[in-house]
């Protein structure tokens, strides 16, 4: 809470005050009950500031184009204060009074008031330009609500120059309502005869006004910056995200950022109240790579847009290890080798190696090809498989979430822009992915999520081997081969409507299905030990076996979010297990319950759950094996409603098997025939 102001109720004795002040400047003495204590205060720091009491006039900046900027760099604080200006200029029309709207430095950014009182204050350089920092200018109303931020109301004598000392003046401070960071002042001024207490009321309440419209505009710009952003975080794969408006303060971040902020030895709190100054975009942009701050590279930053215009900046901070350590290698920990093309693609099972088979042969031919697969099967992985060991391995591997960006960043992100493309946009312009992607491969990952108006921008430059950047008419050409990925059926997805059918024709040259991990039941040991290693070097530590009773379970699972969600669950157990060795009671328990519960456990066509690894059953007679998969599947079918993708997972089957057996057993896909069969 703020001290009580010491303000004059009526006019101070100017003969005394003035008699004051001289003896002041001769023996640095000043009489205790005649002049105020804030105008004591005042006078001595002006004296160590050595502050020339026989000035006539304030400073002021006299150059044009730096005074233009500065007014552009507190353009938020002058929108906010233009509406109270205006009505100060009705209101004190004929008061012979001047309102002013300064920066933290005391400089005048705005002024009104009647004619012949701003000749008048010309003559003091109490207009736009004028600096009246108490440090410069002495005792005044501005420059001393500045020095001890608090209400100020001065009179005549008591300013500390000589050639000030005819006015009256009265100033509040105005403070971010973000963070409490001071902004500047509202002062109303006016020669002796226009001194009234009521003053000081006025340009206090002004200033709470002005806070209460900057208030309103970061609540606006907040929610445009969510807005922009909401789809991204909800996509966002392992990087660490931080949301930034226009000024640098920080709206949202996701759960990866603490972590990364760690391990960059960032000071950087997750609090409403932090701001970097470096990403204001209010700043030149000279200026803001100027301020950026050393753990923060330029490549982390992607404008955040709403249509062509910027309305903050996204920090998309690379993937981490451990929270809060700096990943180190330690001889304890389990060496993982670097592995390239197929190579690094782990797994034995006959799904896996027929997967690879026929990607190693589709890697050869340049020509575009979309994987497709569940969430968390390796789509990445099988894109730069496929890249390092194609027509375009010399060239950059450059990947993009095509659902992880909104649809207003996606285009420059893809395509690029020039210089003055939108607000916010980098000097000089930026490449999008495809001209970064020169000479290589550009990974267009969750291509389905890709609004329908960007896909007749992506199908023209597939078609037309060119780009053109945002804001720009000439084209550029590219050589880039494209792989795109989806977890959703394109096919049904074109049928609805929400994909063009010439894009996906396009993108699906060749086609690569990804098997998700309860297909693949005999590769599950062999993930778990390499993910186990990776994870051991990450947290520098040793990786923990897995005793039977685990692993079966494991085994049993059927696995949603597939290796993805296998590595997250390892994850988890490291750092829950106190033992040496991993058990059932460090398994999260909604994956032991859908275990127990049968809903996790991956069944055969038949209905039995599936064998085990290394578990051998004798076959079943092949003239009733048709018959329990006929029924197996009519059941689930009928057990989910007609619902063939549920039908398919709760056979543990793909939907695209299932297609196939139905067609092979003759069961109609026909909605009305499901309840009968």
Request: a neutral charge.
């Amino acid at each position: 809470m703020r001290d009580a102001p010491d303000l004059p109720s009526v006019p101070p004795d100017e003969r005394q005050v003035l008699s004051a002040w001289e003896r002041f400047l001769v023996d640095h003495e000043l009489p205790g009950k005649l002049i105020r204590r804030v105008v004591q205060e005042s006078w001595r720091r002006c004296q160590s500031h050595r502050v020339d009491p026989h000035l006539r006039q304030a400073e002021l900046q006299a150059d044009t184009d730096r005074l233009e900027w500065l007014r552009q760099r507190h353009a938020g604080l002058c929108s906010a204060a233009h509406p109270i200006l205006r009505q100060a200029r009705e209101l004190l029309s004929h008061s012979d009074t001047l309102v002013l709207l300064t920066n933290p430095d005391g400089l005048i950014l705005d002024a009104e008031g009647d004619a012949r009182t701003l000749e008048r204050a010309r003559s003091i350089n109490l207009v736009i330009g004028g600096v009246w920092d108490e440090s410069i200018s002495g005792t005044n109303a501005i420059g001393t609500a500045l020095a001890i931020r608090q209400p100020v109301q001065l009179y005549g004598a008591e300013h500390f120059c000589a050639g000030i000392k005819r006015w009256t003046c009265s100033a509040e401070v105005i403070r971010d309502p973000h963070d409490g960071q001071l902004l500047g002042v509202i002062d109303v001024s006016g020669l002796m005869d226009t001194f009234h207490s009521h003053s000081l009321a006025f340009v206090v309440a002004a200033a709470r006004q002005i806070e209460a419209n900057l208030s309103e505009s970061y609540f606006r710009s907040r929610s445009a910056v969510l807005e922009a952003c909401v789809d991204l975080f909800g996509r966002c794969g392992g990087e660490a995200l931080l949301a930034l408006d226009s000024q640098g303060r920080l709206v949202k971040s996701n759960e990866h950022a603490a972590a990364a902020l760690r391990e960059l030895a960032a000071d950087v709190p997750l609090s409403p109240q932090t701001r970097i100054a470096g990403l204001d975009l209010g700043l030149p942009e000279r200026e803001r790579l100027a301020a950026l701050p050393p753990w923060l590279r330029r490549e982390w930053l992607q404008p955040i847009l709403r249509g062509p215009k910027g309305v903050g900046t996204l920090i998309v901070l690379p993937r981490v290890g451990r929270p809060g350590r700096q990943p180190t290698r330690s001889s304890s920990a389990a060496e993982v080798p670097k592995r390239r093309g197929f190579a690094r693609i782990l797994g034995q099972s006959p799904a896996l190696q027929e997967t690879v088979e026929r990607a190693q042969r589709l890697a050869r031919a340049p020509v575009p090809l979309l994987l497709l697969g569940e969430t968390g099967v390796g789509k990445e992985v099988f894109a730069r498989a496929i890249h390092e060991e194609g027509p375009t391995a010399v060239g950059p591997f450059v990947a993009i979430n095509c659902g992880a960006l909104s649809r207003e960043l996606l285009p420059s992100e893809l395509f690029g822009y020039v210089e003055g493309a939108f607000t916010g946009a980098r000097r000089g312009g930026m490449p999008g992915k495809f001209e970064a992607a020169e000479g290589g491969t550009l990974f267009l990952d969750e291509i389905g999520e890709m609004p329908i108006d960007l896909q007749p921008q992506l199908l023209r430059v597939l078609q037309e081997r060119e780009v053109v950047r945002l804001g720009e008419s000439r084209p550029r050409k590219v050589n880039v081969r494209v792989l795109a990925a989806t977890n959703r059926d394109l096919r049904e997805e074109v049928s609805k409507g929400h994909f063009r059918q010439d894009l996906y024709y396009r993108l699906s040259v060749a086609s690569l299905r990804l098997p998700p991990l309860r297909e693949r039941a005999e590769d599950l040991e062999l993930l778990i030990e390499h993910l186990q290693a990776q994870l051991a070097r990450d947290y520098d530590c040793r990786p923990r076996p897995l005793e039977p009773e685990l692993l079966g379970t494991l085994q049993r699972y059927r696995w949603p979010g597939n290796v993805r969600e296998l590595r997250n669950v390892l994850e988890g157990m490291l750092w829950v297990a106190s033992g040496d060795r991993l058990t059932l009671a460090d398994l999260p328990a909604e994956i032991a319950e859908a275990v127990a519960a049968g809903a996790g456990t991956a069944l055969m066509v038949d209905g039995s759950p599936a064998p085990l690894p290394g578990e051998h059953r004798p076959p079943l007679p092949d003239c009733h094996l048709a018959t329990l998969e006929r029924e197996a599947i009519v059941a689930a079918i009928s057990g989910q409603h007609g619902n063939l993708t549920r039908a398919a997972r709760k056979l543990g089957i793909a939907r695209s098997t299932l297609y196939k057996k139905m067609e092979q057993y003759g069961i109609a896909r026909t909605r009305a025939l499901w309840p009968f069969l």
